[in-house]
């Protein structure tokens, strides 16, 4: 497949696709029917279905029975750690099997024109982004998610957080279960522009943008407490009308979905055909640092002006915007 008919490389060989990105329509200021109802169906499928399903399989096979839940013991919770870590390692390791160490599709649809392995630096573990990134993410990453779950379960066991059924409240939980991806999303905004302030970039955020190449291992590659924040957004189910399957699904959202942003390619061959993924949005914020803190789900980037949509007129208002930056320091330093 031609990667040339959907985008363009520079003299670097990075590539942009053509199509600019937009913000969900249903934000619009005149919302166009035809624009949502046509969005909908990519709202849910694939990724979003994908990670409920996991939950699903999670609640079934996975987790303890509620009378487990209910007393904090290190069988349990160990067992529930690497079984996570295995689901991520599996997960991750084979897109970056297939597109990072195979590199079954070559640059083709790839937004840097480089691999990550193919540079080494010391801000990394062992030198390495891809060890670094892989070894954070299975520890930190991994181990962050399955305490901020353990925490939800167990409070769901003992009566601290509001578990409704489906069967009673079908309209609550159905509310909750379509609701799940925009709280992902305004969580993370959040968090994300709270960590952007400078103190905290330095000593917290700057652990994951020294992945100014991502790759799927740098999905969860973080410091621990920005790492606690990310999926604390399973906490908001703590005062939601909710239940732990939902909670999961918010969770899984988190730890499975973090890949997407960090793929790397805008499109995924199989076959003749090629299934697009949602990676250009983080991908420029990566590349820009102070841009799409979120995905554009949540209209706050758009609000905000921090909204890149991969046009040459948002990065010559990005470029002005940065420029306006630097006067007003250079003119405090003065």
């Known amino acids: 497949m031609d990667d040339l008919q959907f985008g363009k490389r520079n003299k670097r060989g990075d590539r942009a696709p053509d199509k600019r990105l937009d913000i969900a329509p ?3 200021r005149q919302p166009d029917p035809v624009k949502i109802l046509k969005c909908v169906p990519g709202y849910f499928w694939p990724w979003s279905l994908f990670f409920f399903a996991t939950a699903l399989l999670w609640w079934r096979f996975v987790i303890p029975d509620t009378e487990t839940l209910k007393t904090l013991s290190w069988g349990w919770v160990l067992r529930l750690y690497l ?3 295995v689901a991520i390692a599996l997960y991750y390791g084979a897109f970056e099997l297939r597109l990072y160490w195979q590199r079954a599709q070559g640059t083709r649809f790839k937004y840097n024109g480089k ?12 030198g390495s982004q891809n ?4 070894v954070r993410t299975l520890s930190i990453g991994v181990g962050s998610w399955t305490a901020v779950e353990v925490g939800m379960l167990w409070a769901y066991a003992n009566g601290y957080a509001p578990w ?3 069967a009673e409240h079908p309209v609550l939980v159905g509310l909750v279960f379509v609701f799940v991806p925009m709280l992902h999303e305004a969580h993370f905004y959040l968090i994300h522009r709270l960590i952007h302030i400078p103190v905290l970039y330095k000593w917290i955020h700057s652990v994951h943008h020294n992945s100014v190449n991502p790759s799927p291992w740098s999905s969860l590659s973080m410091h621990p407490i920005e790492a606690l924040a990310y999926f604390g957004v399973m906490l908001w189910h703590l005062i939601l009308p909710s239940n732990p399957v939902l909670a999961l699904y918010q969770l ?3 730890g499975f979905g973090a890949a997407g942003g960090h793929i790397g390619f805008d499109k995924i061959e199989l076959g003749e055909g090629a299934l697009d993924t949602p990676a250009y949005t983080h991908y420029l914020h990566h590349k820009y640092f102070e841009v799409n803190y979120a995905d554009g789900v949540v209209p706050f980037d758009y609000l905000f002006g921090t909204w890149h949509d991969g046009s040459p007129e948002a990065q010559a208002r990005m470029e002005a915007r940065f420029a306006a930056k630097r006067a007003r320091v250079n003119r405090k330093a003065g």
């Not at 060890?131 to 892989?134: F, H, L, M, P």
């Open 26 to 28: 249903f934000w619009s």
């Open 83 to 85: 079984i996570n870590a």
């Open 115 to 126: 691999f990550p392995g193919d540079q080494k630096s010391d801000v990394f573990w062992f």
């Open 131 to 134: 060890i670094d990134n892989a």
């Open 164 to 166: 409704l059924g489906f």
């Open 252 to 254: 899984h959202f988190a």
